[in-house]
Nanobody, 124 residues
Framework: QVQLVESGGGLVQAGDSLKLSCTASMRTFSNYSMGWFRQAPGEGREFVSGISWSGGSTSYADSVKGRFTISRDDAKNTVYLQMMSLKPEDTAVYYC?????????????????WGQGTQVTVSS
């Protein structure tokens, strides 16, 4: 059974930085493309960023491009989301997701496994 555990969320001020981590339980982590999504209160879950199984390709939502950076460390079964210049509109629960089909995708339904989420709150 695949488990994804996010950490690193918290309460920060606008302009601050935060780094999220997601540690996965599967032995073949390097075969999975990974994604970060977020969900604000009353809103749907939206794509934030993704990284291919090889780490060679990344993608970002326009709203975070230039501020967020996704990376992965296969030796640690972990994917990261470095968030800089945070804004109040970045406030949400952030979820890690895994896809085992060797592709870089951005839709919620395309991911096979999900973490429980970590709260990020940015005050103005």
């Amino acid at each position: 059974q695949v488990q994804l555990v996010e950490s690193g969320g918290g309460l920060v001020q606008a302009g601050d930085s935060l780094k999220l981590s997601c540690t996965a339980s599967m032995r073949t982590f390097s075969n999975y493309s990974m994604g970060w999504f977020r969900q604000a209160p009353g809103e749907g879950r939206e794509f934030v960023s993704g990284i291919s199984w090889s780490g060679g390709s990344t993608s970002y939502a326009d709203s975070v491009k230039g501020r967020f950076t996704i990376s992965r460390d296969d030796a640690k079964n972990t994917v990261y989301l470095q968030m800089m210049s945070l804004k109040p509109e970045d406030t949400a629960v952030y979820y890690c997701a895994a896809d085992d089909n060797y592709r870089l995708v951005s839709e919620v339904y395309e991911y096979d496994y999900w973490g429980q989420g970590t709260q990020v709150t940015v005050s103005s």
